[in-house]
């Protein structure tokens, strides 16, 4: 076990949360909310096998996996759906990377992602991508080993390896996002 300098601990921690709140302000809030009737649409499957367990509440998709459900479209190797209402209440897609995206709103560009496990908690709207998770729209990204966004709460969160010769998170903010949130703000005051 390697002993951390005084403060370290500290300085990650804030570092951490800078880039939790710098995530929040570069996936916008369209990110995590879809077309208002996606929801209510229903689920078309398409795959070289599928096994439904009635008892277990629970049935795999393999080989070719293609899922739509209103603007969400998932491309996968394996999608297993979770049924312990009458919905599907999870739903995790695999794959060498498993693919997702969504049309957030009308008016706004694709959100894509891609991770080679990609989960997603209906009851807690919530989507979970991990192993070299990637999330972008519209020029921005964001990429680490875990990234989790809650859409009702709008937050971003997204992980690396906590190791010496981890994997760090990688955020892309587009040009265009620095100057929309400086015209925002007003000029930069000189001192």
């Given at each position: 076990?390697?002993?951390?300098?005084?403060?370290?601990?500290?300085?990650?921690?804030?570092?951490?949360?800078?880039?939790?709140?710098?995530?929040?302000?570069?996936?916008?809030?369209?990110?995590?909310?879809?077309?208002?009737?996606?929801?209510?649409?229903?689920i078309r499957i398409t795959a070289d096998t599928a096994i439904r367990d009635e008892k277990q509440g629970v049935t795999v998709y393999n080989g070719n996996v293609h899922m739509i459900q209103g603007s969400l479209d998932i491309l996968a190797d394996t999608i297993t759906i979770y049924h312990e209402t009458d919905q599907a209440d999870k739903i995790i897609a695999e794959g060498k990377p498993a693919r997702m995206e969504q049309k957030p709103a009308v008016d706004e560009p694709l959100v894509r992602a891609r991770a080679?496990?990609?989960?997603?908690?209906?009851?807690?709207?919530?989507?979970?991508?991990?192993?070299?998770?990637?999330?972008?729209?519209?020029?921005?990204?964001?990429?680490?080993?875990?990234?989790?966004?809650?859409i009702a709460e709008q937050?971003?969160?997204?992980?690396?390896?906590?190791?010496p010769d981890g994997k760090r998170v990688q955020v892309v903010i587009p040009p265009n996002v620095v100057r929309e949130d400086n015209a925002a703000n007003g000029p930069a005051q000189s001192k």
């Open positions: 076990m390697s002993k951390q300098k005084p403060g370290e601990r500290e300085r990650r921690l804030s570092r951490q949360v800078c880039m939790l709140a710098l995530l929040a302000s570069l996936l916008p809030a369209v990110i995590a909310q879809a077309l208002p009737d996606d929801r209510d649409q229903p080679e496990i990609i989960e997603y908690y209906k009851l807690e709207d919530r989507v979970h991508l991990k192993v070299n998770a990637h999330i972008d729209q519209d020029g921005a990204s964001v990429t680490g080993d875990s990234i989790e966004y809650f937050l971003v969160k997204a992980d690396s390896e906590q190791t």
